[in-house]
């Protein structure tokens, strides 16, 4: 609701006639082609897990990694900063019998990947939009997205590095929260802390993995996470094309990194409204006012509202699949 309002509010300041002949004129081949690229993104992110699971011993159909991606976003598209996509996938390479130390270390291995790509890249990004980026308030946000994503991949780094820290941390937390819970709970979550631990040093193992005999699965990830990038930026061009645009495809590309840094910051549900509003201030650089709205709605429609619908009906048929389900199902029919 958040982002339906706010591309309401974007529409109602950028329509004009100048716009209803642009989309009178609009290419259909052109916009189906922006959505079938986003799709296509998702075929690139199964083949990154896919490979990187294989580094680690575990065979996984392209198939089942698309699923797990596909419903990821739908959960990432519903909570701050897409974080809950991370833990979903984690959670469904363990139904594969991944234990949960190494699928955190496909997942998050991919995640930094990510974050590593989106941080070099943005002072080039910069240096292309060097001059153009007159708003003040723009810059100090890009900066706060950028210190904030340096400040979650060095946490990650260190949490991988320095897994003793982080053991001693979560046993710390642990002890503290049963002394006020009674001794039944403490001594559950003492039982927790430990397999926390050897979950701990199982990422731990797993990622050691990675940078020695599994660093083909390594590069593999890299060499599709470029792609990925590549892929799920080149939609917004071919959006405008299909709006009788000729947009520079460098200058295309920077503005979207860029826009990913502000959108990491966790203050709404899948950055709705946020990224809305940091579309128009970005998009405005090579977009034409008039169809400054369309544009934003556009991208908002296929790389947001694709994924809740996507994601939406992968999730309900994994849902389905689940032996809990699949009980309450058989019970309900036993009854009937």
């Known amino acids: 609701m958040i982002s339906i309002i706010s591309i309401v509010f974007v529409l109602i300041f950028t329509l004009d006639k100048t716009t209803i002949e642009v989309v009178r004129e609009i290419k259909p081949g052109y916009v189906i082609a922006a959505l079938l690229i986003h799709l296509f993104s998702f075929f690139i992110w199964g083949l990154r897990i896919k490979s990187m699971a294989s580094a680690l011993g575990h065979e996984i159909d392209l198939k089942t990694s698309i699923e797990m991606v596909i419903s990821g976003t739908f959960v990432a598209a519903l909570t701050p ?3 809950g ?3 979903l996938r984690i959670h469904l390479l363990r139904q594969r019998n991944m234990p949960v130390g190494q699928a955190t270390a496909v997942i998050l291995g991919e995640r930094v990947l990510d974050a590593l790509l989106i941080l070099l890249a943005v002072p080039f990004s ?3 939009l060097r001059g153009v980026l007159s708003d003040p308030r723009t810059d100090t946000v890009i900066i706060l997205g950028e210190v904030l994503s340096i400040i979650v991949f060095a946490l990650m780094i260190y949490a991988t590095m320095k897994p003793r820290f982080i053991k001693l941390v979560i046993n710390c937390l642990m002890k503290w929260i049963g002394r006020f819970s009674g001794k039944k709970i403490g001594d559950k979550l003492q039982k927790l802390s430990g397999s926390i631990d050897r979950e701990i040093d199982e990422f731990h193992s797993s990622i050691n ?3 020695t005999e599994g660093r083909k699965g390594l590069y ?3 060499i599709f996470t470029v792609i990925y990038w590549i892929v799920e930026f080149s ?3 071919v959006t405008l094309m299909g709006l009788n645009q000729a947009p520079s495809v460098l200058i295309s590309f920077a503005v979207q990194v860029l826009l990913m840094i502000i959108i990491v910051m966790p203050l709404t549900p899948g950055a709705s409204g946020v990224a809305e509003l940091a579309a128009i201030s970005l998009f405005s ?4 006012a008039s169809i400054l709205g369309i ?4 991208w908002r429609a296929f790389t947001f509202y694709t994924n809740i619908i996507a994601g939406g009906f992968v999730s309900f048929k994994l849902l389905k699949d689940t032996d809990l389900v699949k009980k309450y199902l058989n019970q309900s029919q036993s009854e009937t």
């Open 81 to 83: 900063s897409s974080i």
């Open 85 to 87: 996509g991370e833990p």
């Open 126 to 128: 910069l240096y292309f």
């Open 209 to 211: 993995v990675f940078l």
């Open 220 to 222: 593999y990830g890299l």
């Open 235 to 237: 939609s917004l061009p």
């Open 285 to 288: 650089i090579f977009v034409p």
């Open 295 to 298: 544009t934003v709605a556009a």
